[in-house]
């Protein structure tokens, strides 16, 4: 299947435009609403590229995700984020009856060895490991802090891996850092997400940010989430394991241990709780800052080296 991208050649005559041809392989990760992302090769046979597409609305115009990344990622440049090609605000694929379905594009590098969540998956990462790659994840947050952006849709997916560690993805959600911001429709991935996203109204996007990190930084150690959260209609839902983080954090520890007593691994150590705890705060005004993770204990640990790394990400192509 192939995708017509249109490219404006011309900034004096916007009719003016040539096609760039991309064949599609396969379906890479299902997004938000209706967007994809898929692997395809260009027609002058270069290397692998990923392709994200955004539906046109009914009126043939972008979606409003597609705008936001673009506008989010166009000056960004960091070694965790994945490299942007090239943004077609028009691009075809042929549908039924000879017509065509319309899309914007955006063309990214390719990644072969997936996501986080298919790392974790497979099994649960050592605390070594985890804040290997954590520390990652702290330094393009950070870097994206600094550019005056909150990503806002923080979650293993959103992670891709190869052999030097993680790449970060997914800027539709983005939203400025700005005095006096404030979204209050519920946003974000069911699970990952602050509380105060579920209720709308909030105001402070980079503790906002952190919240989402301690959730993907807990799966990563334990192989499993936190609590669940789930949602009906507009209503979030918790499960009586976030009651216990709010209101018993002992017997919150507890029944995780015991599932990691149960496959025979490592307690967890106290340096990693009390991180989890700082960065899963309820209030968002009382939630660590980047700058309180950085020192704490369990950040300040013991890395894998970048052969360490290497070996254990090629290993687990």
């Not at 597609?66 to 070694?79: A, Y």
């Not at 209101?247 to 990693?272: A, C, T």
Request: net charge negative; proline share 3%.
């Amino acid at each position: 299947m192939e995708l017509y991208a249109l490219r404006d050649i011309s900034t004096s005559d916007p009719d003016l435009q040539e096609v760039d041809i991309y064949y599609l392989e396969g379906i890479l990760q299902k997004g938000k609403g209706c967007t994809r992302l898929l692997r395809a090769s260009s027609s002058d046979g270069e290397d692998s590229v990923a392709i994200k597409l955004f539906p046109k609305t009914g009126a043939g115009h972008c979606s409003p995700g597609f705008l936001t990344e673009e506008r989010s990622v166009l000056k960004l440049s960091h070694p965790n984020l994945v490299k942007y090609h090239s943004f077609y605000k028009d691009a075809l694929i042929k549908g039924k009856n000879d017509g065509f379905n319309q899309y914007s594009a955006i063309i990214m590098e390719y990644i072969s060895s997936g996501d986080l969540f298919k790392l974790v998956s497979k099994d649960c990462l050592s605390e070594k490991l985890a804040k290997t790659l954590f520390r990652q994840m702290i330094s393009v947050i950070e870097y994206l802090h600094t550019q005056k952006l909150a990503h806002l849709d923080l979650k293993l997916e959103n992670f891709l891996i190869n052999e030097t560690g993680i790449k970060l993805i997914d800027f539709d959600g983005c939203q400025k850092l700005q005095a006096g911001m404030n979204v209050t429709e519920p946003t974000g991935t069911c699970g990952y997400r602050p509380p105060e996203f579920s209720k709308g109204g909030y105001q402070d996007f980079k503790a906002a940010d952190v919240y989402s990190l301690g959730i993907v930084l807990f799966t990563m150690v334990t192989g499993t989430p936190p609590y669940t959260e789930t949602q009906d209609c507009k209503d979030s839902k918790f499960d009586h394991y976030y009651e216990a983080l709010r209101k018993d954090i002992s017997k919150f520890w507890k029944v995780h241990e015991h599932y990691r007593e149960m496959d025979n691994r490592e307690p967890l150590s106290q340096d990693f709780k009390t991180l989890i705890q700082g960065m899963l705060t309820e209030n968002p005004q009382e939630r660590w800052s980047m700058d309180k993770i950085k020192r704490s204990k369990w950040y300040e640990g013991e890395v894998c080296t970048t052969e360490e790394l290497k070996r254990f990400l090629s290993c687990d192509e």
